[in-house]
């Protein structure tokens, strides 16, 4: 026979349980977007050509074949601690490895029709995934605090920081000194 306060107990812990499946599931949409808790890291794709796709997932980089669907080849390993930027004709890609102090980073560029690195450098801060290939010279911008930092992306050699105080007051307009 179940006493007065087994009941109390049981119902106590039912109203618990529904209370947190009421608030908690809310808070948990809040900090994830709908329809992204439990869904695997977003990957990036690019045409080659009409026959080849690049398919960057969050551990190799991919080559598939448009008609078939099979992996041609993978390359570039990256580390769960990595971002990938395509440069604009997807013929070459930057890997930045972040070390596990979040102050500094590894650049790697990788030439994707060929699958070999073209040249790596470490940098002194953090990268965001906003860094850009240059479309027109083999240049490769890094923004950060203090500016935009410019690099040879086919060298690895560092060529100069575009600073804020570089640029006119509207921003609108560099100012090289």
């Known amino acids: 026979m179940k006493t007065h306060s087994t009941l109390i107990r049981r119902s106590f812990q039912t109203a618990i349980v529904l209370m947190s499946l009421v608030y908690f599931s809310s808070l948990a949409f809040a900090i994830e977007p709908i329809g ?3 869904q695997p ?3 990036q ?3 080659l050509s009409n026959e080849a796709v690049v398919r960057v997932t ?5 080559i598939i074949d448009t008609n078939t669907g099979a992996v041609i080849d993978e390359f570039a390993e990256r580390r769960y601690f990595s971002d ?7 013929s070459h890609l930057a890997i930045f490895t972040h070390a596990h102090d979040g102050k500094s980073a590894t650049v790697s560029i990788w030439n994707v029709k060929a699958r070999e690195q073209v ?3 470490r ?5 965001y995934d906003v860094a850009a290939f240059s479309p027109t010279e083999p240049l490769f911008a890094i923004p950060s605090n203090d500016g935009i930092h410019l690099w040879n992306w086919q060298t690895g050699e560092y060529l100069y920081t575009i600073h804020a105080g570089d640029f006119s007051a509207t921003r609108k307009m560099f100012i090289r000194k």
């Open 36 to 38: 992204t808790v439990g």
């Open 41 to 43: 890291f977003p990957e």
């Open 45 to 47: 794709h690019a045409f």
């Open 58 to 62: 969050p551990a190799h980089i991919q």
């Open 84 to 90: 990938v930027v395509l440069s604009p004709d997807a």
């Open 119 to 121: 040249s790596e450098w």
């Open 123 to 127: 940098v002194g801060f953090r990268i």
